[in-house]
């Protein structure tokens, strides 16, 4: 049973003190309110004594019993633990990011410093409401961001998020019960309108100009591996006797260098290849070391995007009759998504694939390429009846 009181301060040395004071400022016409008669302690879970005063003992009593229910449900917050800033829970928050890359700890830093800090930093975590949030996301829809560009829909979700985590960050160290951080309408995400589906046909027109690379533009296009996985493979880690690629490191580029770090959402995995192409990689591991990287730059080491477009990418593509479709290397994701589903893959396939940490991710991008099964249920349903009817004997309505 947790320990909680109530003390009457009446006799007390410094209520009287106080109640003086109060009174010779009410002659004064001073409207504040009489110093609290009724003490309320308690010792909270880190066995430190806690105290609260209160005018009346009705109020007091009350707070006694809620107190008392909170401490003995695990449910007790400080009262004062709510008091602090929103800057010291998010520095704390992102200090405490350790499965995140550094890549993505510094985007993280940024919207922290760009958006949420000059707008919460000074709040109180407690005093923010759900309402607070609302209008806050209707400001980053309606305004300029800090390049004087209106912010799109996805720069938007990721602000929210960092909030969000800052805020459930208050939820876990017991500065809050609730996070005001959910259930609002973030903007649409366009990203989808901005997918282009190339055919087996463009795939391969695209990889037969794109010259010494044509193999890497292939591996993009039938794996759906991200730039920064792609750069990454190993010679080891291709196992092509399974026709597998196995993805467990990734390049990011951090302020101009490359580092090698863990795979986005941690998601290592294997990525399935077609027959012919597993062959065509053969040549590319013969007699190297398990430890080499599959695919280099010309001058050897890790391919570096910017080169990588300027000097091959983009001439293939517009040799390919593609340069309409603003077609970027990490659209080939889209590209292997769609042949995938049309070769009959499910959503998990797709997802391990892709690397997305759910289903529910690759439904949100890909679910309308999906073919539409209902006919194909109705079907199964209509033989399943119609089998039954015939051991039972029973009339078949004529179709």
């Given at each position: 049973m ?9 006799t ?8 003086e ?11 504040r ?11 909270g ?17 009350a707070e006694?019993?809620?107190l ?6 695990g449910?007790y917050?400080d009262?004062k ?8 829970v998010?520095?704390?928050w992102?200090?405490?990011l350790?499965k ?17 800090l ?6 109180q ?10 209008r ?8 300029p ?15 929210y ?12 160290t ?17 990203d ?6 190339l ?6 027109s ?15 296009g039938y794996?759906?591996i991200?730039w ?20 467990l ?8 260098h ?6 986005k959402?941690?998601?290592?995995r ?12 053969r ?24 080169n990588?477009?300027r ?27 769609s ?5 009959g ?11 997305h ?13 999906f073919?539409?099964?209902?006919d ?17 004997g ?6």
């Amino acid at each position: 049973m947790a320990r909680v009181w109530i003390e009457d301060r009446e006799t007390h040395a410094d209520y009287q003190l106080s109640m003086e004071k109060w009174q010779v400022a009410k002659r004064q016409g001073s409207k504040r309110q009489p110093p609290g008669r009724w003490r309320v302690r308690w010792y909270g879970p880190d066995n430190k004594g806690k105290a609260l005063t209160f005018q009346k003992l009705p109020q007091a009593e009350a707070e006694v019993h809620a107190l008392t229910t909170k401490l003995d449900k695990g449910s007790y917050r400080d009262p004062k633990s709510g008091k602090a800033a929103v800057k010291v829970v998010a520095e704390e928050w992102h200090g405490s990011l350790r499965k995140q890359g550094r890549r993505t700890r510094d985007d993280y830093r940024e919207l922290l410093d760009l958006y949420v800090l000059p707008k919460w930093g000074d709040w109180q975590t407690a005093a923010i409401q759900w309402a607070d949030v609302d209008r806050w996301v209707t400001e980053l829809c309606n305004t300029p961001g800090k390049r004087g560009t209106p912010l799109g829909p996805d720069r938007i979700k990721k602000t929210y998020y960092v909030l969000s985590s800052v805020m459930k960050h208050a939820v876990k160290t017991h500065r809050i019960a609730a996070s005001p951080c959910h259930e609002h309408d973030l903007p649409r995400s366009d990203d989808q309108d901005d997918h282009v589906y190339l055919t087996h046909d463009q795939l391969e027109s695209l990889a037969g100009h794109a010259g010494r690379y044509a193999t890497f533009v292939r591996t993009l296009g039938y794996t759906g591996i991200r730039w920064g996985e792609a750069i990454a493979i190993k010679v080891g880690r291709t196992q092509l006797g399974d026709r597998r690629i196995r993805i467990l490191q990734a390049y990011s580029d951090i302020d101009g260098h490359l580092e090698l770090g863990p795979v986005k959402n941690h998601e290592k995995r294997s990525v399935p290849l077609p027959r012919s192409f597993a062959e065509e990689l053969r040549p590319l591991t013969l007699g190297r070391a398990r430890d080499a990287l599959l695919f280099t730059a010309p001058e050897g080491g890790p391919m570096r995007y910017p080169n990588f477009r300027r000097r091959d990418w983009d001439v293939a593509v517009k040799a390919a009759g593609l340069g309409d479709l603003n077609l970027t290397p990490h659209k080939l994701r889209h590209t292997a998504a769609s042949l995938a589903i049309a070769a009959g893959a499910d959503v998990k396939v797709v997802q391990t694939m892709l690397g997305h940490k759910s289903a529910a991710m690759t439904l949100d991008v890909y679910g309308h390429l999906f073919p539409d099964r209902l006919d194909e249920v109705a079907d199964a349903m209509d033989a399943g009846r119609t089998a039954a009817l015939l051991r039972l004997g029973a009339p078949i309505a004529a179709t």
